[in-house]
Each structure stands twice: as structure tokens, then as C-alpha cells.
């Protein structure tokens, strides 16, 4: 019994660790090409070295991490045309999601979302852009998890991981922010309406609207 604790403790542990470096290498606090060395990430996140390198391991496959042979990690780059070329992908299978999820949102779910479409509209309002950045994670989460379809929940989750970092970016820009918002209120307001064909025009729009954008910043 206490060996199946004990797993079960270093997998939530190597987890929480994981979503942490996937945060700061999606806020920039790590930059492309920067070295990840193990024994500076097991201070930063107070966890072992067995378990930094497990979450490394995780980072990896997500696209995030490069492995260096007996040279340890380093922050993968990510250049604008591999980003766009992710998003271009993205538009299919998101759509697929936001369409799915509309066919079967709950009253419940419905309450929540339109709870964060308010949130999201605040948050630009005020100006607090890293809150609105993310709202934008949660909205995409959600709609992962609500789909009910798995594979693509899994297929997103990789390629959202790859092209969340220039997506900061530019939401981290007020003018951006303020078209963007209006996009995502657009997918909610078509899921809400459980609307699917309406929900994956809006996907549809508001990524094609990103990938505009990240070419001018190109």
C-alpha cells in the first residue's frame, strides 16, 4: 500500500513540476535555446533531481524541450513559420473540439462559460493582460475537456504547447487584446448557442486573425 502512495506522490509531484517549467517557458521567464540544467530547476521547484528530470522527459515529448546528448535540455525554439504552420493545424482540430462541444455543453457548463466570457472582457478592460492570457488557457482547456473526444484533446494539447509561447506574446499586447477578446467571445457565444457549426467558424476566424498577426510581428 505504501509503495502505490509513494508512486502516486512522485507522479503529482513530477506533474505540478512539469506545469510550472511549461508555465515559465510559455511567460518567457526561459528563453529559446536557454540550457534547463537539473540541479538549478530541483532548487527553483524545491522537488529531486529524478523528478526535474521526469518533468524534462514530459517537456520534451510536448515539443517544448530539446534533449542534448550528455549535454542535458535546453528550451526548445520555435520559429514564427513553424508556429503558424502549428496554428494551421490547429484550426481543424480545435474546430473539431469547439464543434463537439457544442453538441453536448451542459446547463452547467454553459453557466461557467459564460461566467468566463465576462472574466475575459474584464480582465482587457482593466488592462491585466497576463490574467487575460490566462482566461485564453482556460477557454482553450475547456474546450479540450468538454469535446468528449479524446484523441483530439490529446493532438491539441501538444500543438497548443508548442504555439502557446508566441500567443503570449501578442496577447501580452493591449490592441491585440482587444481583437482577440472579441474573438474568443464569439467562439463562447456560438458554444453557449450550442451552435457547432457556428463554433468552428469562430475557431476558424479567430486563428486565421492570429496567424495575421504573428505575420506582421514576423
Known sequence: MSTITESASVEESAGRVTDLIR???VRGEYVPNQRLIEADLSDTFAASRATVRTALLELANEGLVERLPNRGSRVRAISVEEAIEILEVRIGVEGLCAAKTAGSITDAQVDEFARLRERMLDAVTDGDLV????LNQLLDQRVREWSGHATAAE???RLHAQSVRHQFKLSSRPQRAKVSV???VAIIDAIVARDPDAAERAVRVHLLSVIGALREVA
Open 23 to 25: 508555465r515559465a517557458i
Open 131 to 134: 490574467e487575460y492570457s490566462r
Open 155 to 157: 493532438v491539441l494539447g
Open 182 to 184: 472579441l474573438e474568443h
